[in-house]
Nanobody, 116 residues
Framework: VQLQASGGGLVQPGGSLRLSCATS????????VGWYRQAPGKQRDLVAL???????SYADSVKGRFTISRDNAKNTVYLQMNSLKPEDTAVYYC???????????WGQGTLVTVSS
């Protein structure tokens, strides 16, 4: 599976951005698609994920502000980020996980900078 992440950029605190993760094959063939982020000097952490059935899960730090969704026809997963804070600044990575076979794929990352 190839993943193409896009949509990052510079935004002021309180602003919004939408990240996109385009996959090279059907969303339904991927068990879990997730967004992770890594700030400078920190580990890569899970932000949000969506399963084949449409179930979603979020990190506590983004609940109520971020929304993960998918467009099945476009084989794309989105991360809508609202009420952005400076602490949301990081490189955001798209991840795809399949169970059979057990495989893990990463996109190239897109930089989100929240600053005034």
């Amino acid at each position: 599976v190839q993943l193409q992440a896009s949509g990052g950029g510079l935004v002021q605190p309180g602003g919004s951005l939408r990240l996109s993760c385009a996959t090279s094959r059907s969303i339904f063939s991927i068990d879990i698609v997730g967004w992770y982020r890594q700030a400078p000097g920190k580990q890569r952490d899970l932000v949000a994920l969506i399963t084949t059935s449409g179930a979603t899960s979020y990190a506590d730090s983004v609940k109520g502000r971020f929304t993960i969704s998918r467009d099945n026809a476009k084989n794309t997963v989105y991360l809508q980020m609202n009420s952005l804070k400076p602490e949301d600044t990081a490189v955001y990575y798209c991840n795809a996980l399949t169970y059979r076979p057990a495989s893990n794929y990463w996109g190239q990352g897109t930089l989100v900078t929240v600053s005034s």
